[in-house]
């Protein structure tokens, strides 16, 4: 099994929302900025959301007020809950480390459609 199990994923219609979750089998979790990548069809992979091991956290601007990352180190969990969702967020989910491992997991699949 990999690093990073991702779940959550489904088909939502626009302005709905999802709670991705994401459990990690790294050693010394709690050290780790942990981030929630994407992957639309026919894009590169890019960064959504992270958040430190203290924390704080940093989005994009696509995702600012919509989404939220949240950490629970004693469970190695990472959550990113989606809201006001748009066709635009259709993409495939992924959790690494920031900067990302060589370790992807299979992702979990958003889809957002009437």
């Known amino acids: 099994q990999g690093q990073f199990v991702e779940s959550g994923g489904g088909l939502v219609q626009p302005g709905g929302s999802l709670r991705l979750s994401c459990v990690a089998s790294r050693n010394f979790f709690s050290i780790h900025t942990m981030g929630w990548y994407r992957q639309a069809p026919g894009k590169q992979r890019e960064l959504v959301a992270h958040?430190?091991?203290?924390?704080?956290?940093n989005y994009i601007d696509a995702v600012k007020g919509r989404f939220i990352i949240s950490r629970d180190n004693a469970k190695k969990m990472v959550y990113l809950e989606m809201n006001s969702l748009n066709a635009e967020d259709t993409a495939v989910y992924y959790c690494?480390?920031?900067?990302?491992?060589?370790?992807w997991g299979q992702g979990t699949l958003v889809t957002v459609s009437s």
């Open positions: 958040i430190i091991a203290g924390g704080m956290t």
């Open positions: 690494n480390t920031k900067p990302a491992l060589d370790a």
